[in-house]
């Protein structure tokens, strides 16, 4: 990320857009696969209506500037106490996030993952065939640069529902959310 914000990145500190992004971040979880567009660089900006002093947040690859830290007021933590994590999702998973419990599955960490692009066709490298709650009939996305074992491990995390994560991922543009109630299918290449 550039030391210097651009217009769009410093509108997301205002309360207004943070309300919008909230509200574009509860559509795209009611429509698992439906690609929404973003004002500024989506995990950033998704962070900064997601987040407050209460909230804990992990990233373990310091892809956030420390000048941002301030700015988000989330407590650090690490990888496995995190409710939201920002992962380069072009790395295959390292640790197993937070995953909740019978108890209080609500625990279980989102994960942002920074993809290098996403496509609502068969374009991109790795396509994910995505049906269940919120999805009429299966959609298909495009993913480049989203390593297969993200979602390999993700499928088994929500193997024992309610337990599981949910997944956000964040192009430089667009973002798309697949909760744990997803079913997600690797297609494969394109």
């Known amino acids: 990320m550039k030391s210097e914000m651009t217009m769009a990145e410093a509108d997301i500190w205002h309360p207004a857009q943070q309300q919008q992004l909230f509200r574009s ?12 567009t973003c004002p500024a660089e989506p995990s950033l900006a998704l962070l900064s209506a997601l987040l407050d002093g209460q909230t804990t947040l992990s990233d373990p690859q310091d892809l956030l500037p420390e000048s941002i830290w301030p700015k ?13 994590i920002l992962l380069d999702g072009s790395r295959a998973p390292q640790m197993v996030p937070n995953l909740g419990t019978l108890e209080a599955p609500e625990h279980g960490a989102t994960l ?30 495009s993913v ?30 667009c973002f798309v959310a697949l909760p744990r109630t997803t079913k997600i299918v690797l297609g494969g290449s394109a």
């Open 25 to 36: 971040l509860l559509d795209a979880y009611s429509y698992p696969g439906r690609i929404q």
């Open 112 to 141: 942002l993952l920074r993809v290098a692009s996403l496509h609502e066709e068969s374009a991109g490298a790795l396509c994910l065939q995505l049906s269940g709650p919120g999805i009429r009939q299966s959609v298909t996305i």
């Open 72 to 84: 988000l007021e989330a407590q650090r933590v690490p990888y496995e106490l995190a409710a939201f």
């Open 144 to 173: 480049d640069g989203l390593h297969a074992d993200w979602i390999k491990a993700r499928n088994d995390w929500v193997s024992n529902f309610p337990l599981g994560v949910e997944l956000v991922l964040c192009d430089a543009q």
